[in-house]
């Protein structure tokens, strides 16, 4: 079958290549920095919740909730973009009774468009 032989070394060599490309230079959207932080107990109840990602991130795809202890949403659902840099996120909070949150994130990255998605817990204690 010498068609196949030719075609096998062709598809190995596009499937090299294939995974050559899918190889990102820089790899997906993860969380960097968070404010507050993973497992912080802060005082003063935030008036936002801000993440940093590692790479840029698509505003319109990348959202950030926060829910009481309950599972209640209570962020004012206004995931936005902060600053120049396209790597920063937020949303705005009323005011937190103290307690337990979760924030849940999702994440597009705007380079490869690869979801991401991560959740942590902070607490309101004054
Ligand atoms: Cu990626």
């Known amino acids: 079958m010498p068609r196949l032989r030719l075609l096998f070394p062709a598809s190995v060599a596009v499937l090299g290549l294939g995974l050559a490309l899918a190889t990102p230079a820089r790899a997906h959207a993860y969380l960097q920095y968070a404010d507050p932080a993973k497992d912080a107990v802060v005082k003063e109840a935030p008036a936002k919740v801000t993440l940093d990602f590692t790479e840029e ?67 309101v204690a004054p």
């Open 57 to 123: 991130v698509a505003p319109r795809f990348t959202r950030i909730e926060v829910f009481d202890a309950a599972g209640k949403e209570v962020d004012r659902g206004d995931s936005h973009p902060e600053g120049k840099g396209g790597r920063r996120m937020a949303v705005s909070l009323p005011p937190l009774a103290p307690g337990k949150y979760e924030v849940r994130w999702q994440a597009v990255s705007a380079d490869d468009g690869h979801h991401t998605s991560g959740r942590f817990f902070f607490t």
